[in-house]
C-alpha cells in the first residue's frame, strides 16, 4: 500500500549508487581519461551549486583526476587480487547471514512469528538506507526507515520502534561502543612515539657532558730533589 514508492525510490537510489560505483570501476580499467572528464562535469555542477548557495569552491581543481586515478587503482587491484576479492565478498556475505540470523532471534526474543521473506525485506531495505543515508552511519535515518518498513509488513508500531532500536544496538551501537573502549585501551589515538634517535639526543643532553680531563689537574710530582 502506501510503503510502495517508498521502497521503489530508496530501491532506485541504492540501485544508482551500486550502478555508478561499478561503471566508475569499469570506465577506470579500461578508459581513465573519460571517467575524469565525467567526474570533471559532475564537478562543475556541484561547484556551481555551491556557487549559488554562496559557498564557492566545494570542489578544487585536480578533484576529478585524483579520483580517477583511485578508481584505476582500484580496478586493478580488483584484477590481480582476484583470490583476495573472492575471500573478502565471502567474508562479507558470511557477516550479512550473522546479521540476519540476529534479526530473527530479535523477533522470537520479543515473541513474533518471523519468515525468511520478512528478515530479508526488513534486512535489505535497512541496508539500502543504511548506504543512501546521508548521515553517518545512518543515524537517525535507517532508524526511522526500518521502523517504517517493519510497519508496512504488518508488525505494531512499537514493536517495530523495538526491533529496530535493538538491531541496530547489536549491529552499530555494542560494537561501536566496543571498539571505542578498545582504542582507548590500546592507546591508539595517542601521538606517536618520538624516534630513537630524539630519545637517545634528550638522554644525552640531559645526562650532561662526559667525564673530562681537569685543566686543574695537579702537577706530577718530580723525584728529583733537584
Given amino acids: 500500500g502506501g510503503l510502495a ?24 580499467r579500461v578508459r581513465e581519461d ?3 572528464a565525467g567526474l570533471g562535469w559532475v564537478g562543475s555542477g ?21 579520483n580517477a586515478a583511485q578508481f584505476a587503482q582500484a580496478s586493478a587491484a580488483f584484477t590481480e587480487r582476484r583470490q583476495s576479492v573472492l575471500k573478502a565478498a565471502g567474508v562479507s556475505f558470511l557477516l550479512h547471514a550473522l546479521n540476519v540470523v540476529g534479526l530473527f532471534t530479535i523477533f522470537q526474543m ?5 519468515g ?3 528478515l530479508v525485506a526488513t534486512f535489505g531495505l535497512s541496508a539500502m538506507f543504511y548506504v543512501i543515508s ?4 545512518g543515524v537517525g535515518s ?29 549491529t552499530i551501537w555494542i560494537p561501536v561502543a566496543i571498539g571505542f573502549v578498545a582504542a582507548e585501551r590500546l592507546a591508539l589515538f595517542t601521538p606517536t612515539r618520538p624516534a630513537l634517535d630524539e630519545r637517545s639526543a634528550g638522554f644525552d643532553q640531559a ?20
Fill in 5 to 28: 514508492p517508498l521502497d521503489l525510490l530508496a530501491a532506485c537510489l541504492f540501485v544508482g549508487v551500486i550502478a555508478f560505483f561499478w561503471l566508475a570501476l569499469w570506465l577506470g
Fill in 34 to 36: 573519460l571517467l575524469a
Fill in 46 to 66: 556541484v561547484d556551481r551549486i555551491g556557487r549559488s548557495l554562496g559557498r564557492p569552491g566545494l570542489v578544487d581543481a585536480g578533484w576529478a583526476e585524483r
Fill in 110 to 114: 520479543l515473541g513474533l512469528a518471523a
Fill in 116 to 118: 525468511l521473506d520478512i
Fill in 134 to 137: 546521508p548521515t553517518p552511519q
Fill in 142 to 170: 535507517v532508524e526511522g526507515a526500518t521502523a517504517i518498513v517493519l510497519e508496512g509488513l504488518g508488525i505494531p508500531g512499537s514493536l517495530a520502534i523495538a526491533i529496530t532500536l535493538l538491531y541496530r544496538a547489536m
Fill in 207 to 226: 645526562k650532561g657532558p662526559g667525564p673530562r680531563a681537569s685543566a686543574a689537574a695537579p702537577a706530577k710530582v718530580s723525584d728529583d730533589p733537584t
